[in-house]
Structures are given as structure tokens and as C-alpha cells.
């Protein structure tokens, strides 16, 4: 995922969830670096980057 304030790309698994802080509880991901909250992403974009960092693997790249 990418963190839409400061760009860092990182794996959602890194990001800080369910910080507390927030009213009505926490439904994002905090960027590990500038600790902006981020929203999840959907299902469907998780499975379209894995299906293709697959098919690029299978090509030799």
C-alpha cells in the first residue's frame, strides 16, 4: 500500500491498526513512517496486485 501523504510504499501488515485514537474506532492503516491514517484497500486491488506480481514473477522479471 501507499501512503497517500507522504508516499512511502509499504506492506499493509507494517502499517500501525486500530490506534484508539480515533472516534468510533480506528478503520485505517497508519503509515509507519509519518503515521497518517490511511484507508484499507479493498479487496479486489489486493487480489489484482497479487495476481499480477504473480504473472511477473512467471515472466522472469
Not at 500500500?1 to 491498526?17: Q, V
Not at 492503516?29 to 504473472?55: Q, T, W
Amino acid at each position: 500500500m501507499k501512503c497517500g501523504f507522504c508516499g512511502y510504499e509499504f506492506d499493509e501488515s507494517e502499517g500501525g491498526k486500530g490506534c484508539g485514537g480515533c472516534h468510533g474506532g480506528c478503520h485505517g492503516v497508519h503509515c509507519p513512517r509519518c503515521h497518517y491514517k490511511n484507508p484499507l484497500e479493498p479487496g479486489l486491488i489486493k487480489s489484482l496486485k497479487k495476481m499480477l506480481s504473480i504473472r511477473d514473477n512467471d515472466k522472469g522479471e
